[in-house]
C-alpha cells in the first residue's frame, strides 16, 4: 500500500495520454491528460459505468442529450451503456475509474 500523487502524475504526463495510478477492485484508476482542443470520438462502455474527476482546466462530457460542464474538482459518473464524448477548449487533467474488463 502506498500513496499517490494524481495531480503530479498528470502533471507529467503529455497531452493525450493517460497512465495506470492503481487497481481498484476490479478497476482501474487512470490519470488522463486532454490537450487543448481535444474532442475524443463517440463511445459508450456497455459494462461498466465511468467516473471521471477533473483534476484542473476544463472539461466537458457530451452526450446524446446534453452537455455536462465540469469545473476542477467536479465528479461525473457517466452510467454504463450511454454513449459520450470528453472534450477540453484549453486542455485538461483528469482521473478516471472504469471496470477493467469492460469495453473500452
Not at 54 to 76: F, I, K, N, Q, W
Request: with cysteine.
Amino acid at each position: 500500500m502506498h500513496a499517490v500523487s494524481a495531480t503530479d502524475q498528470a502533471h507529467a504526463l503529455a497531452d493525450d495520454n493517460k497512465a495506470l495510478l492503481a487497481r481498484f477492485n476490479s478497476a482501474d484508476v487512470e490519470v488522463h491528460a486532454a490537450a487543448a482542443g481535444a474532442c475524443a470520438p463517440w463511445h459508450a462502455h456497455p459494462d461498466s459505468d465511468e467516473l471521471r474527476l477533473l483534476l484542473e482546466g476544463d472539461y466537458a462530457v457530451d452526450t446524446t442529450t446534453a452537455r455536462h460542464t465540469l469545473m476542477p474538482g467536479s465528479l461525473l459518473v457517466i452510467p454504463a451503456g450511454m454513449r459520450h464524448r470528453g472534450r477540453s477548449t484549453n486542455g485538461a487533467r483528469l482521473l478516471a475509474l472504469l471496470q477493467r474488463n469492460s469495453n473500452r
